[in-house]
Structures are given as structure tokens and as C-alpha cells.
């Protein structure tokens, strides 16, 4: 297979390849050690650090390399589609986007050096409650203002990296629901210090899942946030979180074409090379087919992503797109790992074919960050005009 199959020659090539380069160090038995012993991929985190590649989307104003949303993706699809998982950091490149965007000037020239440099990592994304679930504006975790600071009270769950991350954006119900207006009012967002809220009241539990993500639930008891750490405007958060949620689906989405790209490659080789009844079992239409029309599903959702990027790139409204392109490129992985996992027979199962692994790694898409069922509703209501389900 050749590699111009994948690849268009100018979408980031110069990136791609050295992506590429630094993953090479980090093969198929790094990963898998790792997943065995549910640890952290540090070193792999620091070189990607190291290397800039977590501060793409940080201007370089602040110290980062000011690239585009579509050069972030190219980065974290190259990523997966070596065999890696980026899962491990690739909130650090989108969280940040809500301080930027509204965070005040001395929130940013405190933090966005910091962490475009690495020595601060802004890695936990702290929104889903084990009561609300997907009905995010029925959190319940509350901000109480009082004098300079606010006090916080509530629970997170599956706050993935809250134990490898000095700061948390946190969102939070500063007004009860049944006081405002608008349910999307009353949210604020936080940026919480890690280390002194632990010694104030915060709790880190890690839960133990399908795949190593390094995910946790945070308790609140009475953790004191100082009110200069409020992003914003107290009770316009849902709005500040919701443009960093487009960043975070078009990204997520490149990921899944990279996860696709990995099992198609692994698929295509190994249907050529593998010989049952004296032949190739490439040779059998009905192996081919679905590694087919996987690949043609991931260029059909790259499509999609790429598009979403350029619109977020111009500022436009790309909530459909954004959520399009996750749920088109979501399926498109499951695709190919499904028909990589099938061409592989017994030996999909094995360890050391790394199939196994990426199988339930890309199976997360199409649940988070926003499950498949609420996209759709999404589409039909905003896109279609179709009466409102919930
Ligand atoms: C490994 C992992 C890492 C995660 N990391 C983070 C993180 O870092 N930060 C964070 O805040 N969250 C994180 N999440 C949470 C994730 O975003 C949620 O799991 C996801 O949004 C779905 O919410 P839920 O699990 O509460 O499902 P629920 O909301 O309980 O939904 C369950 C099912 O019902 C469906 N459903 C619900 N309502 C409707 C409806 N009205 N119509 C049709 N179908 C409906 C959903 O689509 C879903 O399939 C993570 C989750 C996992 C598993």
C-alpha cells in the first residue's frame, strides 16, 4: 500500500513527519506496558512537551507556536496513527483555548507561559457529575462567592488526568438552576489549583476503566478557589466552555482518523501477508470489503474535520460541523478496528498485535467527549429545526 493513500501533500507535511519521527521512539511495548500496569505515559508527554507540540495552539506571544487548529489536528492525528494514544495530553492543547479566550490579561501572562513551557500542566477538563451525566446545565458542584474567594462543593466523575495536572478548568453552578432564567446561565468556569486545593478539601479518586486513560473522580468539600481564578464573567461560563468544546470534537476527531488510518495500514498489511487455502486472504472480497469501505468512511469524516477546522480557524459558528466531523470520524475508527480486529482473526486478540488495545481505545469516541444520541439530537434540532427532545 502506498503511503499517498493517507496522505495529501499539503496538509502539514513537515509536522506529520516529525510527529512520526518522535513517536517512533515510543513503539507498540512502550504502550503496552503501560496499559498493563495503568500507568501514565510520562516520558512521552515530556517529549511531546519538549518538543512544543502541546503548545500549538498557544500564540507565541505567550510563549507558544501560535499554529492553527488544523496544524493541532495534524499533530495529534499523526499521533494515533503511529499507534500512540494522545489521550494522555491532548486537553492540554484545547483546554487552555477558554483562558485565552476569556481569561483576563493577567490570568493569561500568568498561565499561558507556564503552561506553553510545560512547567504548568492544564490537563483536567472538570465538567460531567455522576447525577447530571450528559445534561450538563444539572451540575450541581456550586461556587459560593464569598469576600475574595468562592467555596466549592460537589462532585466530578471520569475527570480524566486530575492526578497528572497542576491546574483544572472547572465548571461550576455559581446561581442554582431554579433561580436563572436561561439554564445555561449560572455556570461559571475556574481555574483550580491543583496542589492547594488538595490540601483544602479536594479528593482524587482513580477510577479504574476498559482503557488506561488515567481517569478519576474529584470530590469538593468546601475547596476554596480564589475569586481571581473565575474565567470570565461569574455565570457565563456555559458559553466560554462551549467554544473550547468545538476545539476539543475537531480535535478528537483528527484523532480518530489517525486511530483509523493505523488499523486500516495494520489491516491492508496483514490481509497481504497472511495465507489460508493456499492464498492471500486479501484475496477474498469479503476481507477486502469492509477494510474498503472503512478507509472510504475516514475520508469521507476527514473531510468533515477539515472543514470544521477551517471554519473554527474563521471564527465562524462550527458547532455542526465540530460535531459532525467527531461523530463521522468516530464511527470511521470503530469501522476499521472492527474490520483490522476480523482480518486478524485469533491473533486480534493477542497483546502484542496492539489491535486489541487501540480496539477499546478508539470504542471511547463515540461516547465522549459527547455521545453519538446527543449529537444527533444536536443536529435535529438546531441544524433541522425539529422540536426540541429535552
Ligand atoms: C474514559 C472517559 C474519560 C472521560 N473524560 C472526561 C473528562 O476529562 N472530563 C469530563 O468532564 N468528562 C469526561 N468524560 C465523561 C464523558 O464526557 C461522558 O461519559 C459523556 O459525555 C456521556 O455522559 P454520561 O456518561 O453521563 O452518559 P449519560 O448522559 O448518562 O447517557 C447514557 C447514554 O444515554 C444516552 N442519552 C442520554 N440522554 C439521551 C437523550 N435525551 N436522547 C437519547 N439518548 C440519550 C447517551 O447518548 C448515552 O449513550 C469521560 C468519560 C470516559 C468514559
Not at 501572562?109 to 451525566?133: D, H, K, M, N, W
Amino acid at each position: 500500500m502506498s503511503q499517498d493513500v493517507f496522505d495529501e501533500t499539503d496538509n502539514f507535511p513537515e509536522i506529520r513527519a516529525a510527529v512520526a519521527r518522535l513517536c517512533a521512539d515510543f513503539p507498540g511495548e512502550y504502550w503496552r506496558q503501560l496499559d498493563r500496569d495503568a500507568a501514565y505515559p510520562t516520558d512521552f508527554v515530556a517529549a511531546l512537551t519538549q518538543a512544543g507540540y502541546l503548545a500549538a495552539l498557544i500564540p507565541e506571544t505567550y510563549g507558544g507556536a501560535g499554529l492553527s487548529l488544523s496544524a493541532a489536528a495534524a499533530i495529534l492525528e499523526e499521533i494515533q496513527r503511529a499507534g500512540a494514544n494522545g489521550a494522555a495530553c491532548h486537553a492540554q492543547m484545547y483546554i487552555m483555548g477558554s483562558l485565552l479566550r476569556h481569561g483576563s490579561e493577567a490570568q493569561k501572562a500568568q498561565y499561558l507561559p507556564q503552561i506553553a513551557s510545560g512547567s504548568l500542566r492544564l490537563q483536567a477538563f472538570g465538567v460531567t457529575e455522576p447525577t447530571s451525566g450528559s445534561d450538563t446545565t444539572s451540575i450541581t458542584t456550586f461556587a459560593e462567592k464569598r469576600d475574595d474567594h468562592y467555596v466549592v462543593n460537589g462532585q466530578k466523575v471520569w475527570t480524566s488526568r486530575a492526578a497528572q495536572s497542576d491546574l483544572m478548568l472547572l465548571l461550576a453552578r455559581t446561581t442554582a438552576k431554579d433561580k436563572v432564567v436561561k439554564r445555561t446561565d449560572g455556570l461559571s468556569v475556574f481555574l483550580v489549583d491543583m496542589k492547594e486545593a488538595l490540601k483544602s478539601g479536594m479528593t482524587i479518586r482513580p477510577i479504574r476503566a476498559m482503557i488506561n486513560h488515567s481517569t478519576t473522580e474529584v470530590f469538593f468539600d468546601n475547596v476554596i478557589v480564589p475569586a481571581e481564578n473565575l474565567i470570565g464573567e461569574e455565570g457565563k461560563g456555559f458559553r466560554y466552555i462551549l467554544s473550547g468544546m468545538n476545539a476539543e470534537r475537531i480535535l478528537i476527531a483528527a484523532e480518530c482518523i489517525g486511530d483509523a488510518k493505523w488499523f486500516i495500514a495494520k489491516a491492508t498489511a496483514y490481509a497481504n501477508e497472511r495465507r489460508v487455502f493456499g492464498r492471500p486472504i486479501g484475496q477474498n472480497q469479503g476481507i477486502q470489503f469492509p477494510i474498503a469501505r472503512a478507509y472510504a468512511q475516514m475520508r469521507a469524516a476527514e473531510l468533515m474535520v477539515q472543514r470544521a477546522a477551517q471554519m473554527f480557524e474563521a471564527g465562524r459558528d462550527c458547532g455542526a460541523e465540530a460535531n459532525m466531523a467527531k461523530m463521522l470520524a468516530a464511527e470511521a475508527s470503530w469501522a476499521a478496528a472492527e474490520a483490522c480486529l476480523q482480518t486478524h482473526g485469533g491473533f486480534g486478540f493477542a497483546e502484542e498485535y496492539d489491535i486489541e488495545r487501540k480496539f477499546r481505545e478508539t470504542r471511547l469516541y463515540q461516547v465522549a467527549p459527547v455521545s453519538t444520541n446527543l449529537i444527533l439530537s444536536h443536529l435535529a434540532e438546531h441544524v433541522l429545526g425539529l422540536p426540541r427532545s429535552y
